[in-house]
Nanobody
Framework: QVQLVESGGGLVQAGGSLRLSCAAS????????MGWYRQPPGKQRELVAG???????NYADSVKGRFTVSRDNAKNTVYLQMNSLKPEDTAVYYC?????WGSGEEFDYWGQGTQVTVSS
């Protein structure tokens, strides 16, 4: 049973920084990609950033240059460093991990979510 446990959310003023952590119960090498989604109030969940097993990354346009996704394989943990935060970054942030099998079948695992609130 895979478990993803997020931490690091909270309340911060605009322009401030937060670092989210996502600790996985298993070896993160087994996941093809890990990363973060967010769901702002009243809106749909959206991709924030992802990091693939070989280290390449992708970001939503709205966070490029401000957010950095990284991983520590020894700790089975993925991070999201968020700088220059804006009120529009306010959302519940979810860690996810995707496993793809040789058959092409894939499955996403999700954390419970952590609230990030940016005050103006």
């Amino acid at each position: 049973q895979v478990q993803l446990v997020e931490s690091g959310g909270g309340l911060v003023q605009a322009g401030g920084s937060l670092r989210l952590s996502c600790a996985a119960s298993g070896n993160i090498f087994s996941f093809n990609v890990m990363g973060w989604y967010r769901q702002p109030p009243g809106k749909q969940r959206e991709l924030v950033a992802g990091i693939f097993s070989r280290g390449s990354t992708n970001y939503a346009d709205s966070v490029k240059g401000r957010f950095t996704v990284s991983r520590d394989n020894a700790k089975n943990t993925v991070y999201l460093q968020m700088n220059s935060l804006k009120p529009e970054d306010t959302a519940v942030y979810y860690c996810y991990a995707r496993r793809v099998w040789g058959s092409g079948e894939e499955f996403d695992y999700w954390g419970q979510g952590t609230q990030v609130t940016v005050s103006s």
